[in-house]
């Protein structure tokens, strides 16, 4: 069977499942090196034990008050001494306020762990490889850090201060009802409880599944509202507002389904928790009142079981509510670990050294990868890139280019073959080091919904205010950013839609300037622009290139043409190498691939049929 090995049935497995997440869960509620929140932790515990003390005595308390009221009405303050009165307030009085103050010093060790998991899952989301983030879904994901989260608070508050001391206090009651009547009387109490806790673990096993449903499609309408919005341009360009809306309906049609009939259900519930309340309150009371009128019991000691059940049935009321809450937030929470458990696919070696950036130089040595084992991408790629030199790789869609630099990144692994840096290994050094000396330019600049300011200053947060400039002047963009009427502050939209092609692209090409890499990449930085536009840009990039180790991914060939070297790829070979004029006077496939672009635009390149592996000097 499916979802079953050789662990035992569903339900051993499930149970193995969530005792891990709340394993998981432990080692926040007592945080190492926080000696504050331990002492808090101890404290409400404290609390606890005087809250659950002052439950168990309250009924107590009235029972002599209701017999010494009994023993003689015609005197109230004789019969009812005024310490009774005051012990009896006092313990229900105090219980609450326990019960509070609990909750207020505990909650600072609740929320600490909320957001000590919630830093460490986004530190982990970031450690993931490339692929992880190619294949999720933004909203989808979102939702079940939020559900986790949130999850972690309910368990803790509810777990560890609801059921386990509702379970403690009931075997205390009962304990107390056996020493002081009989046996009957904790027999019908144990019963009513564990029927009322059997027929609530049941029929909420039923409901869970509606709750899935719910999330599954709430998950499923988020993904696509936050899909939809972040494409609005997209969405508005071709007249698909209808259809996006009534793809996020389709969804919440689902989910509206599936929260009637969990409402239906919960009704049944609540019904069928009543029923057996009901019973076990009548058989106790039934046992009490026959005491009374044998004699064997007084009318303190019925008021005591009834107030004792009524108690009781407070925190039982809700143990259905509870429990499904309890077995969701352990699914949401089992969610959000699973993202913790998920291995980077690069990760360092244990023995990772920083790289050390002398030169710069850059070599490819016999590489070949595929993104999937079944499909390579590169095959035996061989070139080199001396110090301060710029080389550019050109080829149609598709043949391997962009894969080139995220290989350089170290986004991936190689398959086969090595790419090395100053010499070194990049498999062999930490990424941090590595990707601290490499700057991009990429195709599709994706800004922060921020300021420009904080969109240049991410290649490097600790820069100064005059460094921001100073990169910004050197992309060419100052002018432009100064005239704009909140400059520097100007908020530049989802995605950076407020700016043009031209102007998201300068911004980051004074990004990279910024960070000041000795390596730098530009993967196809200015095909999506127009040829006025490209032309602007290219002086920026010549800029940013001055100096530097550089690799240009190229879809227009006139963007390289004073590349120091021009590699030609075509299925992901190198087919051809050399400069510009070089590789005209070769007339092989970069001198049609030039041809065809002069006589019938940019793009033409894509008609290219493939060529035969050749190679020139």
């Known amino acids: 069977m499916r979802g079953m090995g050789s662990g035992g049935t569903p339900a051993k497995l499930e149970f193995r499942q969530q005792a891990r997440v709340i394993r998981q869960l432990l080692p926040y509620l007592w945080p190492q090196g926080r000696r504050d929140l331990k002492r808090r932790v101890a404290f409400a515990i404290g609390l606890l034990v005087l809250a659950k003390m002052a439950n168990i005595y309250t009924p107590i308390i009235l029972k002599y008050a209701t017999d010494a009221l009994t023993t003689d009405a015609s005197n109230l303050l004789a019969a009812v001494p005024l310490g009774l009165i005051l012990a009896y307030g006092g313990a229900r009085a105090g219980a609450r306020v326990f019960d509070e103050a609990r909750d207020a010093i505990f909650a600072k060790v609740t929320q600490n762990a909320v957001r000590e998991i919630g830093r460490q899952v986004f530190a982990h989301l970031h450690r993931l490889s490339l692929r992880y983030h190619l294949d999720r879904r933004t909203g989808g994901l979102s939702r079940a850090i939020e559900r986790g989260t949130r999850g972690i608070e309910f368990l803790l508050t509810f777990v560890l201060f609801n059921i386990v001391p509702t379970l403690i206090e009931i075997a205390v009651v009962a304990g107390i009802l056996w020493a002081l009547f009989d046996w009957r009387f904790a027999a019908v109490m144990v019963l009513t409880i564990g029927a009322y806790v059997v027929v609530t673990f049941r029929v909420t096993e039923w409901r869970i599944r509606f709750r899935r449903e719910m999330n599954e499609?709430?998950?499923?309408?988020?993904?696509?509202?936050?899909?939809?919005?972040?494409?609005?341009?997209?969405?508005?360009?071709?007249?698909?507002?209808?259809?996006?809306?009534?793809?996020?309906?389709?969804?919440?049609?689902?989910?509206?389904?599936?929260?009637?009939?969990?409402?239906?259900?919960?009704?049944?519930?609540?019904?069928?928790?009543?029923?057996?309340?009901?019973?076990?309150?009548?058989?106790?009371?039934?046992?009490?009142?026959?005491?009374?009128?044998?004699?064997?019991?007084?009318?303190?000691?019925?008021?005591?079981?009834?107030?004792?059940?009524?108690?009781?049935?407070?925190?039982?009321?809700?143990?259905?509510?509870?429990?499904?809450?309890?077995?969701?937030?352990?699914?949401?929470?089992?969610?959000?670990?699973?993202?913790?458990?998920?291995?980077?696919?690069?990760?360092?070696?244990?023995?990772?050294?920083?790289?050390?950036?002398?030169?710069?130089?850059?070599?490819?040595?016999?590489?070949?990868?595929?993104?999937?084992?079944?499909?390579?991408?590169?095959?035996?790629?061989?070139?080199?890139?001396?110090?301060?030199?710029?080389?550019?790789?050109?080829?149609?869609?598709?043949?391997?280019?962009?894969?080139?630099?995220?290989?350089?990144?170290?986004?991936?692994?190689?398959?086969?073959?090595?790419?090395?840096?100053?010499?070194?290994?990049?498999?062999?050094?930490?990424?941090?080091?590595?990707?601290?000396?490499?700057?991009?330019?990429?195709?599709?600049?994706?800004?922060?919904?921020?300021?420009?300011?904080?969109?240049?200053?991410?290649?490097?947060?600790?820069?100064?205010?005059?460094?921001?400039?100073?990169?910004?002047?050197?992309?060419?963009?100052?002018?432009?950013?100064?005239?704009?009427?909140?400059?520097?502050?100007?908020?530049?939209?989802?995605?950076?839609?407020?700016?043009?092609?031209?102007?998201k692209q300068r911004v980051a090409i004074a990004r990279a300037l910024l960070k000041g890499p000795k390596v730098m990449v530009f993967d196809e930085a200015t095909s999506a622009l127009d040829t006025k536009t490209e032309q602007e840009i290219q002086q920026s990039l010549d800029a940013a290139a001055s100096g530097r180790t550089t690799l240009v991914i190229a879809h227009r060939l006139s963007t390289v043409i004073n590349a120091d070297e021009i590699l030609v790829l075509d299925h992901g070979r190198i087919v051809e190498r050399g400069t510009h004029a070089a590789l005209l006077q070769h007339d092989g496939t970069y001198a049609r691939m030039w041809a065809r672009q002069q006589a019938g635009g940019e793009n033409a390149i894509d008609d290219m049929p493939a060529a035969a592996p050749r190679r020139t000097g």
């Open 217 to 503: 499609a709430d998950s499923s309408a988020n993904t696509r509202a936050v899909d939809s919005l972040l494409n609005f341009e997209t969405v508005k360009a071709f007249n698909n507002e209808s259809y996006e809306v009534e793809r996020y309906d389709r969804g919440l049609r689902v989910y509206a389904d599936a929260a009637a009939r969990s409402r239906v259900s919960l009704a049944a519930l609540n019904a069928v928790q009543g029923l057996v309340l009901a019973a076990g309150i009548t058989g106790i009371l039934l046992l009490a009142g026959f005491g009374v009128a044998n004699g064997t019991m007084t009318v303190g000691d019925f008021v005591m079981c009834n107030a004792y059940l009524l108690q009781l049935s407070v925190p039982l009321n809700v143990l259905g509510t509870v429990y499904r809450e309890i077995k969701q937030a352990l699914v949401d929470m089992e969610t959000m670990f699973a993202i913790m458990d998920e291995p980077p696919e690069v990760q360092d070696r244990p023995d990772a050294a920083p790289l050390r950036v002398t030169d710069g130089e850059v070599a490819f040595e016999r590489v070949s990868f595929g993104y999937d084992p079944r499909r390579p991408i590169l095959h035996d790629v061989s070139f080199r890139i001396p110090p301060g030199h710029r080389v550019a790789v050109v080829g149609a869609s598709g043949a391997g280019k962009s894969t080139i630099s995220r290989l350089l990144f170290r986004f991936y692994d190689v398959t086969d073959g090595a790419i090395r840096i100053d010499g070194q290994d990049l498999r062999e050094v930490t990424q941090h080091s590595l990707r601290s000396a490499i700057g991009i330019v990429p195709q599709d600049t994706v800004l922060f919904n921020e300021s420009i300011y904080h969109n240049i200053a991410y290649g490097r947060p600790d820069a100064t205010r005059d460094q921001v400039v100073e990169a910004a002047q050197m992309a060419r963009i100052h002018d432009f950013i100064e005239s704009l009427p909140d400059g520097y502050a100007t908020v530049v939209g989802e995605r950076g839609l407020k700016l043009s092609g031209g102007e």
